[in-house]
């Protein structure tokens, strides 16, 4: 069946039943092997776009799930703080620490049971050791207001167009307070690595965060952050720090189907206003009109409805919505590729059907016997 795209909503249109339902596993997994896609749609460093054909909701939602919850990451986990006379609390401290990403593949780590040790295996080290100093820096600058500098140097280099009162807002943040003590600010660029065993070797490029711009703490003249953080493997079920994903989620393709052609001025609207993307202008073979609507990509479709409020384009213009075809987006978090990220979701998916099959088969044995 398809969902009927209305302006109240969606309706729910029944097709007429194909051939009868696979009766065993193996004419199931046939079926389903044969008319199974996954295709790939768009491909960034950190976004990944692809569709699901031939499937119904418990798989999308399942690899959903797993991107979310059940994909091993690093994350700080247990921070030893030797020193803290900042304002932040301990435990506040720690949990920013915690939720900064780390640019590292967990891949290459153990994971670490409760009771184990520590070893180069299943941990990373990291080390902070800052003091506000009571004056700035002998040039008369403080290293925050030499990192502004060098950002707006980066940004003229760059020649993005950035409004002034963003730019005058950051540069305000980072610069000392005429009549007020000085304030050290604590960026995660502060973290420094410590290498463990032969990490030095495994990782030659050294392991650093993800950005060096993260703000951790500022401090007072006369303060100080003295602390060591043990980062390990862990998944999003246990803390969300260690989600790899910022989203992943999935809505149902949208087939968009002329059944009139559309002209001139309504053509125009179509295209600009009412749905951006989805249609584009061809040259017209009708006498007495310019140009017509042509579709060209229906996956630009956000099933606006703002046409039918057009009595010709409503009668026009089909939409639906297709039960078993899925587009599906993912937005990594830090450097990891998104697409290494969908394949560790496949095998852990496969592990779960791999584990049911052996309790199931388990289970079987037992009432037999």
Same mark, same amino acid.
């Given at each position: 069946?398809?969902?009927?795209?209305?302006?109240?909503?969606?309706?729910?249109?029944?097709?007429?039943?194909?051939?009868?339902?696979?009766?065993?596993?193996?004419? *199931?997994?046939?079926? *389903?092997?044969?008319?199974?896609?996954?295709?790939?749609?768009?491909?960034?460093?950190?976004?990944?776009?692809?569709?699901?054909?031939?499937?119904?909701?418990?798989?999308?939602?399942?690899?959903?799930?797993?991107?979310?919850?059940?994909?091993?990451? @690093?994350?700080?986990?247990?921070?030893? @703080?030797?020193?803290?006379?900042?304002?932040?609390?301990?435990?506040?401290?720690?949990?920013?620490?915690?939720?900064?990403?780390?640019?590292? &593949?967990?891949?290459? *780590? &153990?994971?670490?049971?409760?009771?184990? &040790?520590?070893?180069?295996?299943?941990?990373?080290?990291?080390?902070?050791?800052?003091?506000?100093?009571?004056?700035?820096?002998?040039?008369?600058?403080?290293?925050?207001?030499?990192?502004?500098?060098?950002?707006?140097?980066?940004?003229?280099?760059?020649?993005?167009?950035?409004?002034?009162?963003?730019?005058?807002?950051?540069?305000?943040?980072?610069?000392?307070?005429?009549?007020?003590?000085?304030?050290?600010?604590?960026?995660?660029?502060?973290?420094?690595?410590?290498?463990?065993?032969?990490?030095?070797?495994?990782?030659?490029?050294?392991?650093? =965060?993800?950005?060096?711009?993260?703000?951790?703490?500022?401090?007072?003249?006369?303060?100080?952050?003295?602390?060591?953080?043990?980062?390990?493997?862990?998944?999003?079920?246990?803390?969300?720090?260690?989600?790899?994903?910022? =989203?992943?989620?999935?809505?149902?393709?949208?087939?968009?189907?002329?059944?009139?052609?559309?002209?001139?001025?309504?053509?125009?609207?179509?295209?600009?206003?009412?749905?951006?993307?989805?249609?584009?202008?061809?040259?017209?073979?009708?006498?007495?009109?310019?140009?017509?609507?042509?579709?060209?990509?229906?996956?630009?479709?956000? @099933?606006?409805?703002?046409?039918?409020?057009?009595?010709?384009?409503?009668?026009?213009?089909? @939409?639906?919505?297709?039960?078993?075809?899925?587009?599906?987006?993912?937005?990594?978090?830090?450097?990891?590729?998104?697409?290494?990220?969908?394949?560790?979701?496949?095998?852990?998916?496969?592990?779960?059907?791999? =584990?049911?099959?052996?309790?199931?088969?388990?289970?079987?044995?037992?009432?037999?016997?």
């Amino acid at each position: 069946g398809f969902y009927n795209v209305t302006e109240s909503g969606l309706e729910y249109k029944h097709v007429k039943a194909g051939p009868s339902p696979a009766q065993d596993k193996e004419e *199931f997994v046939e079926n *389903f092997r044969k008319g199974f896609e996954l295709n790939i749609l768009e491909q960034k460093k950190q976004e990944l776009v692809f569709e699901l054909i031939g499937c119904d909701a418990s798989f999308a939602n399942a690899l959903r799930r797993i991107l979310l919850a059940e994909v091993p990451t @690093m994350a700080l986990e247990n921070i030893y @703080m030797f020193t803290n006379t900042g304002l932040l609390h301990d435990e506040v401290l720690s949990h920013r620490l915690g939720l900064i990403p780390l640019d590292v &593949d967990a891949r290459l *780590f &153990d994971d670490i049971e409760e009771g184990d &040790d520590a070893t180069d295996r299943n941990t990373i080290v990291f080390e902070l050791k800052v003091t506000c100093p009571a004056k700035p820096n002998e040039e008369g600058k403080t290293e925050d207001s030499i990192m502004v500098a060098e950002i707006e140097e980066e940004i003229v280099s760059r020649n993005l167009d950035l409004e002034r009162s963003i730019l005058a807002a950051a540069k305000k943040s980072a610069i000392e307070t005429p009549g007020r003590p000085y304030t050290k600010h604590v960026y995660s660029r502060d973290l420094v690595w410590i290498p463990q065993g032969d990490q030095e070797d495994r990782f030659p490029n050294g392991i650093n =965060t993800v950005y060096d711009d993260i703000l951790i703490a500022k401090l007072r003249p006369g303060q100080s952050i003295e602390l060591e953080a043990h980062a390990r493997r862990g998944i999003g079920k246990d803390h969300a720090k260690y989600s790899p994903v910022a =989203t992943a989620c999935y809505r149902l393709f949208t087939e968009v189907d002329l059944l009139e052609p559309v002209y001139d001025q309504l053509a125009e609207d179509l295209v600009h206003i009412y749905e951006p993307g989805v249609f584009e202008l061809v040259p017209s073979k009708q006498p007495g009109t310019r140009v017509e609507a042509k579709v060209v990509n229906p996956y630009a479709c956000t @099933m606006s409805r703002n046409y039918m409020r057009v009595p010709e384009l409503k009668k026009a213009i089909q @939409m639906r919505r297709v039960p078993d075809h899925y587009v599906f987006s993912i937005e990594s978090v830090a450097k990891q590729n998104p697409a290494i990220l969908l394949a560790e979701a496949i095998r852990v998916l496969q592990q779960k059907c791999v =584990t049911l099959i052996e309790l199931t088969a388990e289970q079987q044995q037992q009432q037999q016997n």
